[in-house]
């Protein structure tokens, strides 16, 4: 490298790590760091106990999955305003150590060799409540950590750290699980909860970015009127949802493409996941280089992106090939998350956003039941490829359906931007601290 191009260099590292120089985000994103392993690892733990326990059955499978996100369904829209009108840091405290402590007596059973199909059932529905609470919280609480100037930064690092954490995870998992068996790694999972309490812990209250006092009341009713009228969020989140039912349903459809087409083992699986999770981190290290709310048509384009490399993935004739599919899969699979949440959140109003996050989150991570089930009797019925072949294929057809209407809309002279704030505007309006 010349002397030349080093200054430019070092100036893109700057810019891409910009948030890291906030101690309260660093102190945050280093405690997600280990935490999200270890949940990775349990994806692979539990996965591979449940095809263990049932003869590798899809059905099985996706119904642990719908136990896992039903409570986002029911309980998101509530969480969003108990952090919309509580101390945020303090409910993600509360959720991680109930997380840690579900998470350690599953594994003790799991050592104890009394683990049946129906503790993994009921585990995946407990934890599933907690992560109702957990993940509108956390989404809206990065924006406390760092201001709305740095939000979209922020954000895509937070994707960077989950899927370098994704990437890690799965693939100790299945060496773990080749020497060990399932239990240790459940184990290791539940100490690694304990990261993110200390990281929360040692955030200082003082430097968060709040917006004032915090409403006494915050309705799920006056959330979803205030989705209502923003006719520039509707479109994004419709496409949010199918994206999220249909496309999203790779911890049914990796471990069931590793064992039933391909007959590979643990490790083979892990592969698979940490291909997949391998081109998000990409695609999140790519999105630390935006600046300000993407245009509704990045989002619909990439939607239409990653739909298309999800069939790809699904005909993939070989084990290599599905690897090298899945790796791109990933990138399109983040870009398109990042793209939609930074469009919805940039554009919101603070007083609402853990509202308007817990909507998204209803919406991307709550309607994973009913795509699971299906997705699993599909699997179950034609074969493991046809739910990444269906699930590509929605993903296309619905973002070609809202661009449609988009350039409609667009044809037709309707502000798309009416109420959204620039990331700027947005820093001064909640530059008050606590």
Not at 39 to 50: G, I, K, N, S
Not at 215 to 225: L, T, W, Y
Not at 272 to 279: C, F, N, P
Request: glycine share 12%; aromatic share 8%.
């Amino acid at each position: 490298m010349s002397r030349q191009q080093q200054p430019a260099v070092r100036r893109v590292l700057a810019t891409a790590f910009q948030s890291l120089t906030v101690r309260n985000f660093r102190l945050f994103a280093a405690g997600q760091l280990v935490s999200v392993a270890g949940t990775w690892m349990m994806v692979v733990a539990q996965d591979w106990l449940v095809l263990s326990l049932t003869g590798d059955s899809g059905t099985a499978l996706g119904l642990v999955t719908a136990c896992q996100f039903a409570p986002l369904l029911l309980l998101t829209l509530y969480a969003g305003g108990l952090a919309d009108r509580h101390d945020k840091r303090r409910l993600l405290v509360a959720a991680n150590l109930a997380a840690g402590a579900l998470a350690l007596l599953l594994a003790l059973l799991v050592l104890s060799g009394a683990a049946a199909l129906w503790h993994v059932y009921l585990f995946a529905l407990a934890l599933g409540t907690v992560n109702a609470v957990e993940v509108p919280t956390r989404m809206s609480f990065v924006s406390e950590l760092v201001g709305g100037e740095l939000l979209p930064n922020a954000s895509a690092l937070s994707a960077a750290y989950f899927n370098t954490a994704r990437v890690a995870g799965p693939a100790l998992a299945g060496l773990m699980i080749g020497w060990w068996g399932t239990g240790p790694v459940m184990l290791l999972n539940a100490v690694s909860f304990l990261a993110t309490v200390l990281g929360l812990l040692l955030i200082r209250p003082g430097e968060l970015y709040r917006g004032g006092t915090r409403p006494e009341r915050a309705g799920v009713g006056e959330g979803i009127r205030y989705m209502l009228a923003r006719r520039d969020l509707l479109p994004p989140m419709a496409l949010v949802a199918v994206v999220g039912m249909l496309g999203f349903n790779f911890q049914l459809t990796l471990p069931l493409l590793a064992k039933t087409v391909f007959h590979t083992d643990a490790a083979a699986f892990g592969l698979l996941t940490t291909s997949l999770a391998a081109g998000s981190l990409v695609a999140a290290f790519a999105g630390t280089a935006r600046r300000g709310r993407p245009p509704a048509a990045l989002v619909i384009g990439s939607a239409i992106g990653f739909g298309t490399l999800e069939v790809l993935a699904g005909l993939a004739p070989g084990f290599g090939t599905a690897v090298v599919l899945l790796f791109l899969t990933g990138f399109g699979a983040i870009w398109f998350a990042q793209a939609a949440n930074h469009h919805i959140q940039l554009g919101t109003d603070p007083a609402y956003r853990g509202r308007v996050m817990a909507l998204y989150t209803l919406v991307f991570q709550g309607t994973t039941p009913l795509g699971a089930l299906l997705t699993g009797a599909l699997s179950e019925a034609y074969g493991a490829r046809s739910g990444l072949l269906a699930g590509g294929t929605a993903c296309v057809l619905t973002a070609l359906a809202v661009l449609a209407a988009h350039r409609g809309r667009q044809d037709g002279g309707t502000d798309h931007s009416a109420g959204s704030l620039t990331p700027r505007e947005e820093s001064g309006q909640s530059r008050a601290r606590s």
